[in-house]
């Protein structure tokens, strides 16, 4: 059971060999019963958790902890590393609102150049999840995936190809209209 006043390699020593849902409620317990934990054994304890719940992909409550971690965190980099790794947590439940909140967070913790980095950090988890979606036979995640895609500003570039990419989703899912209308749209 864990106590005040462990240390790390004691902490690890404790959970070793615990299953990943054993290891969930200790810590989750201790860290709502114990006031006064120092910050880093704090965050060490969030770490751990993000990694078993990413393991078991309970991907939003990762995220969800991500951000507390974030809130945590000192330095404004540390925060957005923790932001991207909630919004990319987000991206994988489909949470879209969520991811939009939590980037918005980012960018504001962010400088002028950071900025465009996070934008191509999200451009890039959403495309892997979309991708993702496809190869796993997932289209209607995937079709919600690349729609949300085509509403964000940062994907002008790819325009044509996410446009593509849904025109052969909503054949496939037998959505004529917008297969109809898309297709007049880019002209194909």
Known sequence: MLQKGMTKVEIERELYGRGDFVLIDNITRFLKQSGGVPLDTKKFL????????ERRSMCSEAGRLCEVLAELSITSQEKINHLLRATENYIKTGFFDKVDYTM??????STISGKAQIYISVKSFYKNQAETYEKEKRRNNALKTYEKMLRMDIFENNRLDIEKKLLLLYKDLGMIKEFMELNKRIGG
């Open 46 to 53: 969030y770490i751990k958790l993000i990694e078993i719940y």
């Open 104 to 109: 918005k967070k980012a960018l504001a913790e």
